[in-house]
């Protein structure tokens, strides 16, 4: 895969999911912006995962940092999914320890794809 496409591909994933985590904190939590969340995080995370080659170098702890993240988010909604079993405009909401690193996603959202070596 060249550089350019997985880092379009992480820009579109962090752009769907900023969106969702946007209409999910204005809707008051609702569980149906969760869901967008972990389809998208899920994509996301799959995406790092199927390409490590590509997160060697500089940024390597910080897409370490980005897929535990993911991982515990994702393991965590699928738990309280099953065990709330919440309807589509439920408020949800569950605690997670792991932080979300907003500094390093949004560095990756300003990548210039048209800069990036090919």
């Known amino acids: ?5 997985f880092y379009s591909k992480i820009q579109l994933y962090l752009k769907i ?18 869901k967008v969340l972990r389809k998208y995080n899920g ?22 940092q980005l897929i535990q993240h ?8 699928d738990f309280y999914v099953k065990k709330d079993n919440p309807s589509i405009n439920e ?7 792991s932080t979300f690193p907003r500094d390093f996603t949004n560095n990756l959202m300003r990548i210039k794809l048209s800069e990036i070596n090919l």
Do not use: A, C, R
């Open 17 to 34: 999911t900023q969106s969702s985590y946007s209409n999910y904190i204005e809707s008051e939590k609702k569980f149906i912006y969760t």
């Open 43 to 64: 994509l996301l995370l799959n995406h790092l995962i199927d390409h490590p080659e590509m997160i060697s170098g500089d940024n390597f702890d910080n897409f370490v």
């Open 1 to 5: 895969m060249k550089k350019q496409n």
């Open 91 to 97: 408020k949800f909401v569950f605690e997670n320890e």
């Open 70 to 77: 993911l991982s515990i988010w994702i393991e965590k909604w």
